[in-house]
T-cell receptor, first 113, second 116 residues
Framework: GENVEQHPSTLSVQEGDSAVIKCTYS??????FPWYKQELGKRPQLIID?????GEKKDQRIAVTLNKTAKHFSLHITETQPEDSAVYFC????????????FGPGTSLSVIP | ETGVTQTPRHLVMGMTNKKSLKCEQH?????MYWYKQSAKKPLELMFV???????ENNSVPSRFSPECPNSSHLFLHLHTLQPEDSALYLC???????????????FGPGTRLTVL
């Protein structure tokens, strides 16, 4: 089955700096890669996703890149702000009749004002 | 509000108790999920239901028993749990339409379970 690894497990950056979180997956059939953000005491929420036919996607200060050959994808956050502090989960999914999503172990990001 | 609700929000139970967690989605989705979130395994998929049929059971102990009476409701029945079962139990739903599964999972707020 699919296995998703994520690094680093914790990350601290100064406000205004960039943050990068990297994930790898094992199943070459995976074709959808969402990223979820979970603030302390709140539910995970989708922040950005990328499909296998795209190499990069950007939404304001957040961007994701995908390298299908190497089976890795990354989340880039620029100009970090204190409200970016949260746990970020990457995930990989294979197209089926339901949306089974395998999550990585998460990265705890702290943005220091 | 994401349209997925869970009750109760907090539950404390003894190892001999029987309790149930309830999840309801108001989004018209076809798939519903139970996840266990703990320090050791942040988001561990337990069960998946698609169109009210269980399609995934990730080697979950039988002391956890899911039930999906219709596409809007999902239950997790708990029976003779262990202290290591203490965790946050998250319900989620997604459109789950066949042919196109690139759909966002909408999570509920979770039930914080403590087993004494």
């Amino acid at each position: 089955g699919e296995n998703v690894e994520q690094h680093p497990s914790t990350l601290s950056v100064q406000e205004g700096d960039s943050a990068v979180i990297k994930c790898t997956y094992s199943d070459s059939a995976s074709n959808y890669f969402p990223w979820y953000k979970q603030e302390l005491g709140k539910r995970p929420q989708l922040i950005i996703d990328i499909r296998s036919n795209v190499g990069e996607k950007k939404d304001q200060r957040i961007a994701v890149t995908l390298n299908k050959t190497a089976k890795h994808f990354s989340l880039h956050i620029t100009e970090t702000q204190p409200e970016d502090s949260a746990v970020y989960f990457c995930a990989a999914s294979i197209e089926t009749s339901y949306d089974k999503v395998i999550f990585g172990p998460g990265t705890s990001l702290s943005v220091i004002p | 509000e994401t349209g997925v609700t869970q009750t109760p929000r907090h539950l404390v139970m003894g190892m001999t108790n029987k309790k149930s967690l309830k999840c309801e989605q108001h989004l018209g989705h076809n798939a519903m999920y139970w996840y266990k979130q703990s320090a050791k395994k942040p988001l561990e998929l337990m069960f998946v239901y698609s169109l009210e049929e269980r399609v995934e059971n990730n080697s979950v102990p039988s002391r956890f028993s899911p039930e999906c009476p219709n596409s809007s409701h999902l239950f997790l029945h708990l029976h003779t749990l262990q202290p290591e079962d203490s965790a946050l139990y998250l319900c989620a739903s997604s459109q789950g339409a066949s042919g196109s599964s690139y759909n966002e999972q909408f999570f509920g707020p979770g039930t914080r379970l403590t087993v004494l």
